[in-house]
């Protein structure tokens, strides 16, 4: 599992680098990849549990607007860069906390509620931009702060372990940090370095899931997760209450 996790955050950082530095490219791949295995999600709708091919799809239909405001000119349309960015992360915090709702343990719905308070401290749509300065094209979002960066980060583990057990969120790990480290060099271009890291990992795992080293899910400790759950909770609490005194001022 640690040679595994080191594997996948190096993969995961490596590809991210290449769709940051190729637009074109990032378009292209994810079209193509979409068309071709978009069979192996149609089977995921069959699961009990349908959060996987919701996650599939929504992370797959993300990175395609985003793509192509990259590289066309729709990404000169501040209006509709702003909504849909803000829309689509807006809608996949909903999912995992939706996810969590349903699963009905004290520690999910403290995690619900850590979810509530991400969106409800999201700030500066208008400094959601394509940068036609850089060479990249990049999406920025400059208002975006490091602390609620890593407030979702923990969040997002949290729910991981909460619905998918230890294993997955030791996984996971490599997932988020393979975002978190492009944020705390560049905490505007976190949003698309997550889209990017998150849908590499959903769409190769989900279409080839003998690949993955964690193939079922382990029952996370209900006084452990508990405990846990409250890390993200009390320090999304503490943000919020700054926020608001920020705002008022």
Known sequence: MFFFTIWLFAGLLLTEEIFHRYPRFALAFFSIATVILSSCWILLVGNIDWFPWVKVLSIASGIFMLSLLRVTRLGGNATIIQLIVYAFLVVNILEAT??????????????????????????????????????????????????????????????????????????????????????FTNKDRWLQARVFTLGMYFILFHSFPHLNSVPSTDMPNERLG????????????????????????
Do not use: C
């Open 226 to 249: 508990l405990f846990l759950s409250l890390i993200p909770f009390a320090y999304m609490v503490v943000y919020a209450i700054f926020y608001l005194r920020r705002v008022k001022l």
């Open 98 to 183: 939706m996810r969590d709702a349903v699963t009905g343990d004290t520690a999910n719905y403290l995690n619900v509620v850590t979810g509530f308070l991400l969106v409800a401290t999201l700030e500066k749509l208008r400094t959601i931009h394509i940068d036609k300065i850089g060479r990249y094209m990049d999406l920025y979002w400059s208002g975006m702060t490091l602390p609620w960066i890593i407030g979702y980060t923990l969040w997002n583990w949290m729910f991981i372990y909460l619905n998918f057990g230890f294993q997955s969120s030791l996984q996971h790990i490599a997932v988020l940090a393979s975002a978190l480290i492009i944020g």
